[in-house]
């Protein structure tokens, strides 16, 4: 069936865009498909039982069974130290990580369940789908899931207890899919949008919590190398400022912040390759975007639309007098950039664990034009 979830358009030379239709992070559990497992979460939003801050918190409150000192673990990878713990020597350390782990992995079940089955009360709960958006996810036949969360052994678990919580009440469950490289998805799926066949390219993924640099090499075509770089901190990200100075006082702050990253990116990969980096410059971003166009509703990067309509031709505007060349800004919703990767699946939702859900479908096409089009 066609997908409700992408704006199709018919124009071979314009891309289709996701909705913002699309989130799983607003489903609401108005009725759980199977009582006795998770019950606290009836009646919550996905983003209020899980998320990656939610599976943090659970670590730190935990942290005297699980031996892990809060005080020498940056917060932000307190979920790869849980990962570790699943094979900790000390056996009640091994234990209380894989409770964490299949609590949260229970909850993952109960909402593709959830989905699949679309019961009439879950349904009423989410005003912005029709029967047609339910209909889809229950004829899906497979989940890839990819970022930090579905990274080595959590992942195996999280996909173990999904396919468990479906065999309580007999339903074929939803095909997991686990990836290798799950937390740098989105950066392989920006570096397919490449046009040059040769030298090196800047790709970047601006995330809720970071801001993660490569640069891409191809010859002749075929890519030789991802050189991933030191992350920068996400800043600026407070989702809802009312006053409209002070939203556009933060957007400018935001975007200085984000054209440093950049041109550091770019001046790193120039001095390392000893190679001038060429013009395009492929972005994966938390936000919906519509041929450069940002939603101005959703997400920390919401107000950068303060800047003007279209955000690719604020970047491209300053970027090109830093860089003192005519540069191509290609920006990919994230969600998308990770299910690039997958084009060639039929039937199949890319789904990143990150800070929040994040959504992708391999049969998005995206079409770029040849030459810079923001003049």
């Keep these: 069936m066609q997908n409700p979830f992408l704006n199709r358009v018919s124009d071979p030379d314009k891309s289709d865009y996701l909705t913002s239709a699309c989130s799983v992070n607003r489903i609401r559990l108005q009725k759980l498909p199977i009582y006795g497992i998770d019950d606290e979460i009836e009646g919550l939003t996905v983003k209020e039982f899980f998320s990656t801050k939610l599976v943090i918190d659970e670590i730190k409150k935990n942290a005297d069974l699980l031996k892990i000192d809060l005080g020498s673990v940056p917060e932000k990878k307190l979920p790869r130290v849980l990962g570790k713990k699943l094979d900790d020597e000390d056996e009640s350390a091994a234990a209380e990580a894989l409770r964490i782990t299949e609590k949260f992995g229970n909850r993952l079940g109960l909402l593709f369940l959830a989905l699949k089955e679309g019961a009439p009360e879950n349904r009423a709960a989410r005003e912005d789908w029709t029967d047609k958006h339910w209909e889809?996810?229950?004829?899906?036949?497979?989940?890839?899931?990819?970022?930090?969360?579905?990274?080595?052994?959590?992942?195996?678990i999280l996909r173990e207890r999904v396919n468990y919580i479906f065999s309580l009440?007999?339903?074929?469950?939803?095909?997991?899919?686990?990836?290798?490289?799950?937390?740098?998805?989105?950066?392989?799926?920006?570096?397919?949008?490449?046009?040059?066949?040769?030298?090196?390219?800047?790709?970047?993924?601006?995330?809720?919590?970071?801001?993660?640099?490569?640069f891409v090499v191809k010859s002749a075509g075929e890519i030789t190398e991802i050189r991933n770089l030191e992350p920068y901190q996400s800043k600026y990200m407070d989702w809802e400022t009312p006053d409209e100075c002070e939203k556009l006082c933060q957007a400018k702050k935001l975007h200085k912040y984000l054209i440093k990253a950049i041109e550091d990116t770019y001046n790193t990969a120039k001095k390392i390759t000893q190679t001038e980096p060429n013009s395009e410059i492929v972005i994966s971003i938390a936000s919906y975007t519509v041929d450069g166009a940002l939603n101005a509703d959703r997400s920390g990067y919401a107000k950068l639309c303060s800047l003007g309509a279209n955000y690719a031709e604020c970047l491209w505007w300053d970027l090109s007098g830093r860089l003192r060349k005519d540069v191509i800004v290609k920006l990919i919703h994230d969600g998308t950039a990770m299910a690039l990767n997958f084009s060639d699946r039929k039937n199949t939702v890319c789904l990143s664990l990150g800070s929040y859900f994040g959504v992708g479908f391999p049969e998005t096409k995206l079409v770029w034009p040849f030459k810079n089009e923001h003049k």
């Design 169 to 214: 009440v007999n339903v074929q469950p939803y095909n997991i899919i686990l990836y290798d490289n799950a937390s740098d998805v989105g950066m392989l799926g920006c570096a397919t949008q490449i046009s040059s066949s040769d030298g090196v390219n800047i790709v970047m993924d601006f995330g809720q919590t970071s801001i993660k640099r490569s």
């Design 136 to 156: 889809y996810w229950s004829q899906i036949s497979d989940i890839i899931l990819v970022g930090g969360l579905a990274s080595g052994k959590i992942g195996e």
